[in-house]
Every structure is written in structure tokens, then in C-alpha cells.
């Protein structure tokens, strides 16, 4: 499929300035150049071209957000310097498979100030003699070539670098804390301490209550039993009265 069908495939439910992410691997360009891209992909950051036998990149357009280009096995061999003017702010270029021979090609990207993973295998320049230490040198921007820094560290996947950039962003949301977040919790503290006050409160007041209850108790208790000594002292005092005319009668007899 052609370059241009491909674009305009992948356009179809959706406008130019909305897409951020772009692949037209193994499709075919027209003599070489590209074609059917343009500036109204204004939020590209992704843009895969690879084994689209580009021989050019002049026609390339202005692409200020795109950050990482894949040319991969193409037959580039020079005319990287477009790069810096239409991509400003490239930070991860593949030209990996292509026809790039000397240091005077790569030497181009150095005006490429964000540019930090480069990839040139199976390129013919990395058959030059000291090829890694020679391009380190050349551009100091970079810090991984061929997927590796200059102490042979591997560089991290794409999908790795996402991960951490989440992780440090969920640390910095955590450690800042939501606005408002130790005010809702110092009201809730307050909240709380006026419930248990208050729990308190009904408590004390309860307790009271049974208390005066209680007391009650006893008192009609303490009624009770004086009302009932009382019933029985008159209970006393009413046989005594009836004992006494017996008892003055059985005297007169005598």
C-alpha cells in the first residue's frame, strides 16, 4: 500500500491534529519521499516509518511535539540536519538498517539538543573503529547508543520509562497530598471529639437517672416499711385496748 492510501486509512475516524501516534511501517513511499504527511499533525509525537525505502527526508514536515522517529531499514544516507529544524525536540531516533557510513552524517545531530537514545546498528558506520567511543564524543546530548550508555548499561523500554514516570508522579501526588486533604481530616478529628463529648454527656446523664431512680426506690422502700411498722403499732395498741376491759372485768369478779 502506498504511503499516502495508508494515511489517509488511518485518518479516516479521526482529524489530523488529534493524533499522537502515527505508524506506516512497510508501506511504499513515492520515489523515496514522503508523502500525505503534513503540519496539521501538530500533536504527533510517535511517528513510525520503518521499511518504506525512504531515500530523503526533505520533505518531512514541521512536527514541534513529535519526540520519537523510527526510520528503521530505509536507505537513508545523509540529510539528517532536517531533523533538528522540523523535529526539534526528537528525543529518541531510530536509523538503525540504513545506509549511514561516516561520522560527518551523524555529525548533523547535533543540533538536536533533546536527543537522548540514537540507534545505528546495522548501519555501515558501526564497523568504524572505536564507533561507540567516536559518537559519545561527537554527541554529547546522548546517553544511550544502540540501546546501551557508555558503561554498557541497557537502556530501559519505552513501556518501563512510562511506568516510572506514573510511579513518580503517584509519589509526588502522595507525599504533597490533595488540597484540603489535613482540613477534612482535622474536622473529622473535631467531629469525632464533639460525638464522644457528647457520648459522654448521655452517659453521665443516664448514670444520673438510674442513680435518682434507685434512690427513689429505696425511699419508697423506706415508706413501706415505716407505713407498715406504723399499721402494726396500732395493731398493738387495739388488742391492748381490748385486753384492758377484760383484764378490769376479771378484777371486779374478784
Known sequence: MEMKKRITLELRN?????????????????????????????????????????TSLARLPTLSKLRKLELSDNIISGGLEVL????????????????????????ALQ???????????????????????????????????????????????????????????DDDEDEAGPPGEYEEDDDEDDGGSDLGEGEEEEEEVGLSYLMKEEIQD??????????????EEEGVRGEKRKRDPEDEGEEEDD
Request: hydrophobic share 30%.
Open 111 to 169: 543540533n538536536l539538543k533533546n536527543l537522548k537514545s540514537l540507534d545505528l546498528f546495522n548501519c555501515e558506520i558501526t564497523n568504524l573503529e572505536d564507533y561507540r567511543e567516536s559518537v559519545f564524543e561527537l554527541l554529547h546530548q546522548i546517553t544511550y547508543l544502540d540501546g546501551f550508555d557508555q558503561e554498557d548499561n541497557e537502556a530501559p523500554d519505552s513501556e518501563e520509562e512510562e511506568d516510572e514516570d506514573e510511579e513518580e508522579d
Open 14 to 54: 479521526r482529524a489530523p491534529e488529534k493524533v499522537t501516534e502515527l505508524v506506516l511501517d512497510n508501506c511504499r513511499s513515492s520515489n523515496g519521499e514522503i508523502e500525505g504527511l503534513n503540519e496539521s499533525f501538530k500533536e504527533l509525537e510517535f511517528l513510525s516509518m520503518a521499511n518504506v525505502e525512504l
Open 218 to 231: 429505696e425511699e419508697d422502700d423506706d415508706d413501706y416499711v415505716e407505713e407498715k411498722g406504723d399499721e
Open 84 to 107: 533538528a529544524e522540523k523535529c526539534p525536540n526528537l528525543t529518541y531516533l531510530n536509523l538503525s538498517g540504513n545506509k549511514i557510513k561516516d561520522l560527518s552524517t551523524v555529525e
